[in-house]
């Protein structure tokens, strides 16, 4: 029947239906008239023909079935038929299935990870044409350093790449008034900053033209967040007036729900804004010699202008100015990173490696299925040979066991999406908060569409060979051969050895990355911080200029409440830093030591600043290797003296004795003769100020009255559970002045954690994947064994019946597996040393190619292997000779 | 589920090659082959008339048979099946297979 003709019968279906009807009716006519004319009465006669040919609606529905399964297209009669044979065989499918779930699985959660960080739109208009536009300085490499304001200015006008440039800086600023004082992060940023982005305000007109006019700049946009809790969602707000640090500023607008701008690397303040305040440079801005490098720039290419364009462009503009000004931009050169990679720069490794690992996986999972069906082909190959002879093609064999195989895809599929539901919300949570803003993945048609296409794919990869092997069969040799020992049984049994293989080398290459990242996060951890991160609670303080004018006011402030604090039971000490460690902010300037010839100034060392309190070293726990620690009058007034730390010592001071040695720290000014230099005073330990990743940086430490700064961070060094103390510390706060509010609380192992996060989220993952590949080629090689040792039950009874030792037997069957292993292992270091080069980002202090994680984790694959090798090498020790020969 | 299932598997085998057999005489409709095998055989072969349709449309479908409406000997509609080239060939595959069967049958009874 033609396809034609089948489409034709099924648009004519009911005459069809008719047509049977009057086939069986004829038949059971014809009958009746038989049975008349032999003799019957015509009721007998009618009764007689329908008992003789059953119940006709039956007949007639099994009649229809027949022919309705034809009308249906073949593959459909292939789908029914690849069901049957999975429900045949249960235990095969379950494995099957189990096994591409898990791949399938993986591999969804991952990519809906990526969907989500790497490819989700960004809320700006066009984010593709907004690029960061950072300062670098040759000589202390960092690629993202802020930018100051005069070199902003000089950008913006000679430029041609930038449709527009704007800045930002933040700075958390006290609200008050309507309810308790609240601390906000405010974004100060040019007026242009939400055109440039692209962004309106979900209500009010927003930043201005004239906002832009001196005397006009006092009007602010809320984050949707602020609005919502400080102000309950005011659909009156803009317009109304607030206090920011004492001083009224108009409402101009509420910016969208989705809306935010948050780049860590230029963040002084480390958090996301609540507020943006619209800014205007004052006179000191214009000049270098007045003001350091805080900003952060986002620009808009031009439409068409690229990425490379601009900074070849602004290359030249800054060699221009490093010319024109040779003091402050001597060395300093621009750099153009694209928004998107900014964004996700800090996970995008991570991601890539894993959604790596998750691809082979798949593969492993994939060998797997498909050696589990080139043994099931094997014993399904006379009903193949059989299904041949009475005519079927080989494209029709192929395509059934096909079917099979996207049928196991497809379920396995299914229950992957399902466990990646789950499994993406567990990645979420594990995942570092302080890098992964998402409140929850979504699964979008993107990430179906990739669920369908990896099951689709999984399902051809693993499929095809074992039915093109089968269909290439020969008819003949099988059936003469009763399967065994045939080409195509050849062919089979050296394509699953190739999987066993492939399936340890995959997994090699996943064990040895995790290996790698374990090494790395414990050589992280082993670090010493510098300082005792236990039992050390941190909040900030920051003093509002209106109300704490005066560098004396502030002092008072600090001194009274530190007093409060120590006072408190179960403190066993408090002090106070600008910028402790861990939290990723700092301050760092040009020192000039005036024992060395003076340079210009971006030709001068350069250190990290940290101002102190009392106490501070005590309370750290920071050692002192040299010279005294300050005394109590150098920590009530200024007395130009600063402490050192042993990175800087060293760096800066190789065989000289620091102590009594004068520096000028250009932190107050950028003029030398108006720079009143400190006296070294004492040599304390280093602290890993960014992070255990990093090296200790060369530090100075002023007491605070060296440089009297409003916003500090309070530590307090407890007994007990640092949380605890919390609210009895907010409670001395507001008992010297209610108004202010307590910030930034954490204790410091919780900032140690945070810092350690993604590193820790890396090898969590990695290694949640390189176990499930260990798993699956154990259970790879483990089917593989026990089949080969089903197969050869006969000849291992004979063997047995002959004499052979189970000890022979065991060293027979462990042999093949010990082969497979040690060749599984050598592909899989190769494809390590190939593939481990693109962790080395990931790294820390352990080289990519580390001889002692591959040969650890080479055992440890072996050991495994072997282990599942010989659980059917002991089954087959135990064939009964008499029971294997009666067989067949 | 299987759509239909077979009644009797030898019957289910036999079937086809009874049919076709009987067609290779000429074409006839359902009822006159139920008969021509009951006659043919003596009276011992009763072809289970409620699968000889289902068998026959599935003949028809895989090419065995062709099948078109005609006007039997006493004046009914009726439809006739007429044996195929395909249907041919695989009547000598089935005497084939059957002859072997049978064969295989005889030696283990004179061997017993």
Redesign the interface.
Known sequence: MSWIARLRGMLRRERLDHDLDEELRSHLEMRAADNLAAGMSPEEARYEAQKRFGNTTLQKEDTRAVDILGWLDEGSRDFRHALRMLQRSPGFTAVAVLTLALGIGANTAIFSVINSVLLHPLPYHDPDNLVMVWENNSQHPNPHNTVSPPNFLDWQSRNTVFSSMAFIFDGRDNLTGNGDPQEVVVQAVSINFFSLLGVDPLIGPGFTPENGQPGHANVVILSYGLWKERFAGDPAIVGKSILLNGRPQTVVGVAPQNFQWFIKDGSLTGARPQMWSSFVFPQSFHDHKQIGRFMTVVARLHPGARHSQAQIQMNAIASRLEQEYPDFDGHWGVNVVPLRQQISGDLRPALLVLFGAVAFVLLIACANVSSLLLARAASREREMAIRTAIGASRWRIARQLLMESLLLALIGGGIGVALAVGGSNAVLAASPRNLLDLRSISMDLRVLAFAVGATLLAGLLFGFLPSYISAHSRISETLKEGGRGSSSANRRAFARNAFVVAQLGLALVLLTGSGLLIRSFVRLIGIDPGFATGHLLTFKVALPPSKYGTDQLCMAFFRQLLARISAVPGVRSASMESFPPLTGLGAATAVHLLSQPPLALSDLPVANVGVVGPDYFATMNIPLRAGRLFNAQELAEEKHVTIINQAFADKYLQGINPLGQKAAIYMKSFAENEIQPSEIIGVVGDVHQSGLDTAPEPTVYWPHPELVMSGMTILVRTSNDPLAMVSRARNEVQQIDPELPVAAVATMDQLLADSLSRSRFTMLLLGIFAAVALVLASVGIYGLIAYNVTQRRQELGIRIALGAQRRDVLRLVLVQGTRLTLLGVAVGVLAALAFSRLLATLLFGVSATDPLTFAGVSALLAFVALLACFIPARSATRVDPIVALRHE | M???KPKNDLLQGTLALLVLKTLARGPL???GIT?HIQMVSKDILRV????L??AL??M??D?WVSAE?GI?E?N????YYRLTAKGRKQLG?EEKNWERLTQGVAHVLQSA
């Open positions: 299987p759509l239909f409709h359902g009822y008969i289970e008339e409620g699968s349709y289902p449309h599935r028809e479908q090419g409406w039997s006493n009914r509609r009726a439809r595959e």
